[in-house]
């Protein structure tokens, strides 16, 4: 079946440009997570989606970060102002959401979106 | 089929118990590896490289074989900390270092 898909793939834009970038989850899932990886990095959580929930946003760097989920679905990921630091790759993943107190549901991650900011 | 394979698990063990995870992945452009960790609702931790040579690290050995484009986990003593989703995870650098994570095998340490 359908996984999560993200768009772009890749996206390459100068330093203090606006850029939005889009997740589609697996149907049904109720939690929805962006992270990112730079180069050399780890993964690094940048905020957490669960149904009607507030967001955790715990993860993300800067006010420039901003993201949104509509209808419990797609969500957009924004980064205002673009500045080199934030060239990554952007991985969005969605999951059943676990009970309480058991391990984590996996999480079906997409193939990224890998940002250049020249 | 997917590019990266996992047992997708659970594995309920007991205290103490050994436990080995597999993976397999498709693309013969993998160059490098790794293991991640993940907690319930926390992001996917970095638990170890794996390298050719095969890897050690405290109760966890890592191991890689190229031939057969496999990787495994083998955790001792398992501990109830351990409880977790552990994740395979492949780079690819010649897709600008794409990275292809598996689905995760869920591990349950029970008492």
């Known amino acids: 079946g359908a996984g999560v898909s993200q768009s772009p793939s890749n996206k390459v834009t100068e330093k203090g440009k606006d850029v939005e970038l889009r997740c589609d989850p697996i149907s049904g899932h109720t939690a929805l997570y962006w992270y990112r990886q730079s180069l050399g990095q780890g993964l690094e959580f940048l905020i957490y989606f669960q149904g009607n929930s507030a967001p955790d946003k715990s993860g993300l760097p800067s006010d420039r970060f901003s993201a949104e989920r509509t209808g419990g679905s797609v969500s957009t990921l924004t980064i205002q102002r673009t500045q080199q630091e934030d060239s990554a790759v952007y991985l969005c993943?969605?999951?059943?959401?676990?009970?309480?107190?058991?391990?984590?549901?996996?999480?079906?991650f997409g193939d990224g979106t890998r940002l250049s900011i020249l | 089929r997917k590019e990266v394979e996992q047992d997708p698990g659970p594995f309920n063990v007991p205290e103490g118990a050994t436990v080995a995870f597999n993976c397999t992945y498709s693309n013969s452009a993998s160059q490098s590896f790794f293991w991640y960790r993940q907690d319930c609702r926390k992001e996917p931790k970095l638990l170890m490289s794996?390298?050719?040579s095969g890897n050690e690290d405290g109760r966890f050995t890592a191991q890689l074989n190229r031939a057969s484009q496999y990787i495994s986990l083998l955790i001792r003593d398992s501990k109830l900390s351990d409880s977790a989703t552990y994740l395979c995870v492949v780079l690819i650098y010649n897709q600008g270092g794409k990275l292809i994570f598996g689905q995760g095998t869920e591990l349950s340490v029970k008492p």
């Open positions: 794996v390298y050719s």
């Open positions: 993943a969605s999951s059943l959401e676990g009970k309480r107190g058991t391990v984590a549901q996996p999480q079906h």
